[in-house]
Nanobody, 127 residues
Framework: QAQLSESGGGMVQAGGSLRISCVVS????????MGWSRQAPGQEREFVAG????????SYADSVKGRFIISRDNAENTMYLQMNSLTPEDTAVYYC????????????????????WGQGTQVTVST
């Protein structure tokens, strides 16, 4: 199976933007929806955003809707999360994962629907 690797995290001031990436080691998950989750200290991991295999459909958690944009480039086996208007509430480790079933036309919004989560990338938003 393929491995997923997140990168691009860092520290940013509130109101700023950051773009994180998820690179897959091969084209395996080009057949699957993919998504981002995040986990802050003392909190449960939560779904952030998801995108179908062909980018036809996206879904966002209410907390990030209108601020974050998920996209993917299957030719590069890469998924992105553009994060805008960041707030301290967005501080967390961000993980990427793949849907458990191929070619779904809808985006799953439960963390357990995804697998092969990577090591995560830390995003810290300062006040």
């Amino acid at each position: 199976q393929a491995q997923l690797s997140e990168s691009g995290g860092g520290m940013v001031q509130a109101g700023g933007s950051l773009r994180i990436s998820c690179v897959v080691s091969d084209d395996t998950y080009n057949r699957f929806a993919m998504g981002w989750s995040r986990q802050a200290p003392g909190q449960e991991r939560e779904f952030v955003a998801g995108i179908t295999w062909d980018s036809d459909t996206t879904s966002y958690a209410d907390s990030v809707k209108g601020r974050f944009i998920i996209s993917r480039d299957n030719a590069e086996n890469t998924m992105y999360l553009q994060m805008n208007s960041l707030t301290p509430e967005d501080t967390a480790v961000y993980y990427c994962g793949a849907d458990r079933l191929p070619f779904r036309r809808i985006v799953m919004t439960t963390v357990s629907d995804y697998h092969s989560w990577g090591q995560g990338t830390q995003v810290t938003v300062s006040t």
